[in-house]
């Protein structure tokens, strides 16, 4: 991967990020949960230790530096191997992050917090409204990730 498509595809991983953050934000004023992953997180940090000695800053930074790393992953690993153009290689990348998320990923933060989220979130109070808040989150970083990578000029990873 060239240094140039590295950059450009952090910058699009982090502004989807940003663009899923606000998704989910907004879900919240049509009644689904929203689902602030930078607080989910520095709460996982602290629940190790007697104090609390991460804010929401060291949260948001492993959130973001999460979805730049989505990005790569994209570019580098996938994106060649899923066919159909922006709009559907976005929905089927944002369908798989959902999947993952809920089967690995979440039930992984919750026990680390101390909690049970549950695999695909069957330990919550709404399972059904979670999922399916999760899946709009990861489809709108699907989308405007490979919108923004296809911007961005970003066709493929080539090895130097």
């Avoid at 606000?22 to 940090?45: A, C, N, R, T, Y």
């Avoid at 999947?99 to 039930?107: D, Q, Y």
Wanted: glycine share 14%; charged share 10%.
């Amino acid at each position: 991967m060239s240094s140039s498509t590295f950059w450009r595809t952090v910058i699009c991983g982090f502004i989807a990020t940003f663009i899923m953050t606000m998704i989910s934000f907004v879900q919240g004023g049509v009644g689904l949960p929203v689902i602030d992953i930078g607080h989910i997180l520095k709460e996982s940090f602290n629940f190790v230790h007697a104090t609390d000695p991460y804010t929401m800053l060291w949260g948001n930074t492993a959130y973001y530096i999460g979805g730049m790393l989505m990005a790569l992953t994209w570019v580098a690993f996938l994106k060649d191997l899923i066919p159909g153009n922006w709009l559907i290689q976005g929905v089927i990348y944002g369908v798989i992050i959902s999947i993952f998320s809920g089967l690995v990923i979440s039930p992984l933060v919750g026990l680390s917090a101390g909690d049970s989220f549950g695999i695909f979130y069957m330990d919550t109070w709404v399972p059904g409204k979670i999922l399916l808040a999760g899946v709009i989150m990861h489809v709108g970083y699907g989308l405007s990730l490979t919108l923004g990578l296809n911007v961005a000029g970003v066709k493929k990873a080539v090895r130097n």
